[in-house]
């Protein structure tokens, strides 16, 4: 069983949103997922509980029985295990890195939202852990270019050493509809550009996570 932990240490970045949809990313390609929802808030869990159908499996958790919630899972036959982190800093972050095999960070195009990353890069530096920046909330390209926000924040990203996943997700009302009825942007409209984006971050993250035997550089190393 693979672990991808889902950090961000400011508030409303999207972690739910991206945790959620990956999640759905994961079960809809045939995989047994454990959503495990650290946060208070239980954001996961009321999407969990709009879905009134078949799904991945959302489980609320403190990050110090993560190891445990970890360890269950793996017992239960389990493919992936997703983590939802809460927006505070310190010991629960630590706690997810701690377990993870991948982390996303996930930011929006901002300054503030970088800074407020670094030292979530740090952290994962720290544990040895590999992982990405993903951008959520971009705005969408006008006249097929990309705002300078985006530029910015990729360059600003690129001092973290770090990649940035290639593929991030823009601000959507197709998310928080999907959201809203439990459901993903794929399952809502599989060929919409949302649908597109999930998919594609999905397939990232799954290569990062089970690396076939090419995508392994010489001496094991992937970012
Ligand atoms: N790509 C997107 N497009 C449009 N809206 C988005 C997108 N991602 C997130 N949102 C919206 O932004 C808000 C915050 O998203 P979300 O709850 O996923 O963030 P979070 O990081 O989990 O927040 P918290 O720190 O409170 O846990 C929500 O209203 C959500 O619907
Ligand atoms: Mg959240």
């Known amino acids: 069983m693979k672990t991808l932990a889902i950090l961000s240490r400011k508030g409303g970045t999207g972690k739910t949103t991206v945790s959620l949809h990956l999640a759905m990313g994961?079960?809809?390609a045939g995989k047994g997922v454990l959503l495990a929802d650290c946060d208070r808030q239980g954001s996961a869990q009321e999407w969990r509980r709009e879905?009134?159908?078949g799904g991945p499996v959302v489980f609320s958790t403190k990050t110090p029985a993560l190891f445990a919630t970890q360890q269950a899972a793996q017992r239960a036959g389990r493919d992936l295990m997703i983590i939802d982190t809460s927006p505070s800093a310190g010991e629960d972050l630590a706690d997810a890195v701690r377990c993870a095999d991948y982390c996303l960070m996930v930011l929006r195009p901002?300054?503030?939202?970088?800074r407020a990353i670094r030292e979530t890069a740090e952290?994962?530096?720290?544990?040895?852990k590999r992982g990405a920046f993903v951008i959520n909330q971009a705005p969408p390209r006008r006249a097929g270019r990309e705002?300078?926000?985006v530029g910015d924040t990729v360059a600003q990203l690129s001092n973290l050493g770090r990649p940035v996943t290639p593929i991030g997700l823009r601000a959507r009302i197709a998310y928080q509809s999907a959201v809203a009825a439990g459901r993903s942007v794929q399952e809502i409209a599989p060929h919409s550009a949302a649908a597109l984006e999930v998919g594609g971050l999905w397939r990232e993250v799954e290569a990062q996570l089970w690396p076939t035997a090419d995508q392994v550089a010489p001496g094991g190393a992937r970012s």
């Open 51 to 53: 879905r009134k159908i």
């Open 147 to 149: 705002m300078v926000c």
């Open 110 to 114: 901002s300054f503030l939202d970088v």
């Open 26 to 28: 994961a079960w809809l």
């Open 123 to 128: 952290l994962v530096a720290r544990f040895g």
